[in-house]
């Protein structure tokens, strides 16, 4: 039997909803074997981060070579990579393993304000990291420092999706979660030919810790079984939507997504 693989390099959270936990919910639920690179640990809950506990390079390296000398994920995805030496490692991996369908989610901010990558390191994902990617999807205001453009109109994030694919990615997803200025949450995919623009009814919850993390992870997932990009983020879409609108009323104040939702969803029908 042929299980489809693939790999998170990303941060532990505690509570669960997002980082390394939730990418692997999210793999499982999509029948995919799922192996991670912790780079950080975080002591983090629904009410927000306690702290932020950085792996020693050395035990990022090993863990990458560990999954590289002997594995073979067909995707893999970044989440919180945490600093330039980190991000300047994994650069290094990806290329000497051949890990070419990269799925780069830039984290940068916790929901709460907590920073999950240093300032410091922008520059180094910029340089070294993002012409890997195969699909980058950062939100809006992440959009904004990888590009240094504002963004308020769809045209600007249609411009900014372009400008991240002459900058290296093949293919760049900005997710609209953060406007909440229209009734639809709007994602625009530019796959470096056309744009396409994946959508479905904004769900009214405070709820949405891991939303970002839950979405690359289907994508990665999605990938790993030789998907299509379009046809990967389209189901990533379905997955963190119906993760969304059937959250779990975990915890005091921003609950996880429900990760079983898609499944069940599809089980009953
Ligand atoms: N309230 C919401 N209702 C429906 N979809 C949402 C909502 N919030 C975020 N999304 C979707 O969840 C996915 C993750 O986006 P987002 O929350 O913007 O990422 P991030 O966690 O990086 O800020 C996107 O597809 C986005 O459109
Ligand atoms: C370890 C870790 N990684 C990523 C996020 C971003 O979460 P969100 O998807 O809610 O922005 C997080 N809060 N913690």
């Not at 030496?85 to 991996?93: G, K, N, Q, T």
């Not at 340089?127 to 809006?140: C, F, G, Y």
């Not at 009734?183 to 009214?204: I, N, T």
């Amino acid at each position: 039997m042929h299980i489809p693989q693939a790999l998170t390099i990303a941060g532990s959270d505690s509570g669960g909803g997002a980082g390394i936990q939730a990418d692997l919910k999210t793999f499982q639920e999509l029948g995919v074997y799922g192996m991670s690179v912790i780079t950080a640990i975080t002591a983090q809950n629904t009410a927000g981060v306690q702290g932020v506990y950085p792996i020693e390079l050395e035990g990022v390296v090993t863990q990458l070579h560990s999954i590289g000398d002997d594995l073979q994920p067909a995707a893999i995805k970044t989440g919180m990579l945490f600093s330039a030496d980190i991000i300047h490692e994994v650069a290094i991996a990806v290329r000497q393993y051949q890990w070419n369908t990269l799925v780069i989610d830039p984290v940068m901010v916790a929901k709460g304000g907590s920073v999950l990558l240093q300032q410091q390191a922008i520059q180094a994902l910029i340089r070294e990291l993002l012409p890997l990617a195969a699909v980058i999807t950062p939100n809006v205001p992440e959009a904004e420092l990888l590009t240094g453009s504002t963004i308020h109109t769809l045209k600007e994030r249609e411009q900014a999706a372009r400008q991240l694919v002459q900058m290296g990615a093949r293919a760049a997803v900005i997710k609209g979660g953060h406007d909440t200025s229209t009734p639809q949450a709007m994602d625009v995919l530019f796959d470096g030919k056309q744009f396409h623009y994946v959508e479905y009814p904004r769900v009214d919850t405070p709820h949405t810790h891991g939303t970002g993390c839950t979405y690359s992870a289907a994508m990665t997932a999605e990938l790993a079984k030789g998907n299509g990009l379009l046809q990967a983020v389209q189901t990533a879409k379905a997955f963190v939507h119906a993760a969304i609108e059937d959250g779990l009323g975990i915890g005091s104040v921003h609950g996880p997504t429900n990760h079983f939702a898609y499944r069940q969803r599809r089980a009953v029908r």
